[in-house]
């Protein structure tokens, strides 16, 4: 089960040593070289006429102190899961938290499960921006409530690694508002409890990202059913809708 393996997986990462240095004010510059490898990549791929079962997406999630990156508040912990098409590929799970200085306010500590020692422990932020993008490397990410991840990542790639975010980021609701039009619901909750989808612990970025896909499989499998073979097939039915 993936909640069991996530679980190992969680246990085994906390129980590493990480890189406890802080963010320097000078980007690696082997991380800038790989990232401008990647970038080149991103745009000689065609990801809008690939076949939704030949699709591979990554979920992530982000924890964060707050919601404003450009005011100071930064990202904790970063989950990510690996999909091919409709399946969930549960043995291929990223998750870290993030160097930080100062531990998070009691009310995000309780929320998110996330302690200042936990922090001091961790790798910083441009150690783990490369090993996401490694494990991402060209492929599209999903999330849900996109803008929050996006203006976060954009963000915190400039600010470590001085190279801008190029990553295609979609949103949950890019699907559902073809499967579901007629619902309005928000939160990851609504949607999960919606469509029968098991969410599993709330505010921890790697079980949020499992249950975000869960969610992206259930809306991929329905508008195959709809007939809609591709992310261009969706494109074009949102904007004949305008």
Partial sequence: MVMNQMLQFIKQMSGKINDMNPVTSQADAKKIAYMRNLQRELKQKDVLNTPFKDLS???FDIETTGFYPYNGDTILSIGA??????AVLEDQLFYKTIYNELPPSEEIAALTGITGTELEKASALPEVLRQFFQFVHSDTLIAHHSSHEKQFMK???WTSLRTSFQHRVIDTSFLIKVVSPD???????EWCDYYGVDIGR????????????????????????????????????IASLS
């Fill in 183 to 189: 619902a309005s619901f928000i939160t990851l909750d």
């Fill in 57 to 59: 997406v990554v979920v």
């Fill in 81 to 86: 899961i690996k999909m091919k098409g409709a």
């Fill in 155 to 157: 963000h915190a790639t």
């Fill in 202 to 237: 709330r505010h921890h970025a790697l079980y949020d990202a499992a249950a975000t896909a869960k969610l992206w499989s259930e809306n991929v499998k329905r508008v195959e059913e709809m007939g809609f073979t591709n992310l261009k097939d969706i494109y074009t039915h």
